[in-house]
């Protein structure tokens, strides 16, 4: 059965800084992995896939990056804002159908 | 990327009684699924909702509790049968899209039992 860790669970930093969310997770025969961002009260917006063949994606100011042998994917966040603030969740997916297995997530405050 | 709705927003049931929940996609999709996120908690895959066939549920959860439809490709029901406080959670469907199968989840259902 997969279980994902992610660490830190929450995080509170100035606005500006650079951020590393790390997710690790225990069975590396993964589909895909996507990292998402849930705002309170609100659904999950999707920010990256990566494909279980691929190392890293990009999106303007987010970078993730998979090491499917280690079980591992970071999620970095540039030049962070106030609106960054939500909480961020790594699912990685099993079977060509990528049924999600989600971290329990880290929540980020940045502070203007 | 897919535009989907959910009905209700949120409701207050009591004990006992079942709640279906509406999940509407707005293109054709082959993978629908739904997740349940408990208060405090990170969302747990419930199902995954095949078109012209049973759902198939992961360890844990069970038809009698939570039967679900799929009658086309753009349309799901959940119902959460013979509700208990515990049932109290966000329900989310979630379709998947494409050759890599990226998810795009609902706004969710906020389903309090007293």
């Known amino acids: 059965k997969q279980e994902v860790t992610q660490i830190p669970a929450a995080l509170s930093v100035p606005e500006g800084e650079n951020l590393v969310l790390n997710c690790s997770f225990t069975?590396?025969?993964?589909?895909?992995l996507q990292w998402f961002r849930q705002d309170p009260g609100k659904g999950l917006t999707s920010l990256l896939l990566?494909?279980?063949?691929?190392r890293e994606q990009t999106s303007g100011r987010l970078n993730a990056s998979l090491d499917k042998s280690s079980g591992r994917s970071t999620l970095y966040i540039a030049a962070s804002q106030p609106g960054d603030s939500a909480t961020y969740l790594c699912a990685p997916g099993r079977n060509a159908g990528n049924m999600l297995t989600f971290g329990g997530g880290t929540r980020l405050m940045v502070k203007p | 990327s897919a535009v989907i709705s959910q009905k209700p927003s949120r409701d207050i049931c009591q004990r006992g009684t079942s709640l279906t929940i509406q999940c509407q996609v707005d293109?054709?999709?082959?993978?629908m699924f739904w997740y349940r996120q408990q208060p405090g908690q990170s969302l747990t895959l419930i199902a995954t909702a095949n078109q012209g066939s049973e759902a198939t549920y992961e360890s844990g959860f069970v038809i009698d509790k939570f039967p679900i439809s799929r009658p086309n490709l753009t349309f799901s029901t959940l119902t959460v049968s013979n509700m208990s406080p515990e049932d109290s959670s966000i329900y989310l469907c979630?379709?998947?899209?494409?050759?890599?199968?990226?998810?795009?989840f609902g706004p969710g259902t906020r389903l309090t039992v007293t």
């Open positions: 990566i494909q279980s063949s691929q």
């Open positions: 293109s054709q999709v082959t993978m």
């Open positions: 979630s379709v998947g899209t494409g050759n890599t199968y990226e998810q795009y």
């Open positions: 069975d590396s025969a993964i589909y895909n």
